[in-house]
C-alpha cells in the first residue's frame, strides 16, 4: 500500500517518469500474497470455519462460501 501511496500522485504529475514494469510486478506480488495466500489459505482455509462453527458469529455461519 506504501507503493502506489507513494506512486499514485507521481503518476499524475509524471506518467512518463514511472517504470509501470516494477508497478505491474508490485501489483502482481501483492495479489499473490493478498488475495491467493492470505486470502484463500489462511482466511477461507482456516478463519472462516472457525467462525462458522462458532455460534458467536452466525452471519458467517449462514452464508455460504
Known amino acids: 500500500m ?3 501511496a507513494e506512486t499514485s500522485p507521481r503518476l ?3 506518467a ?4 509501470t514494469g516494477a508497478l505491474r510486478e508490485a501489483a ?3 495479489r499473490a500474497f493478498g488475495e491467493d495466500y492470505h486470502e484463500r489459505n489462511l482466511e477461507e482455509g482456516f478463519l472462516f470455519p472457525e467462525l462458522r462453527r462458532s455460534a458467536a458469529m ?3 455461519r449462514s452464508t455460504p462460501c
Open 16 to 19: 512518463a517518469g514511472i517504470d
Open 58 to 60: 452466525p452471519a458467517i
Open 2 to 4: 506504501i507503493v502506489y
Open 28 to 30: 502482481a506480488l501483492f
Open 12 to 14: 499524475v504529475r509524471e
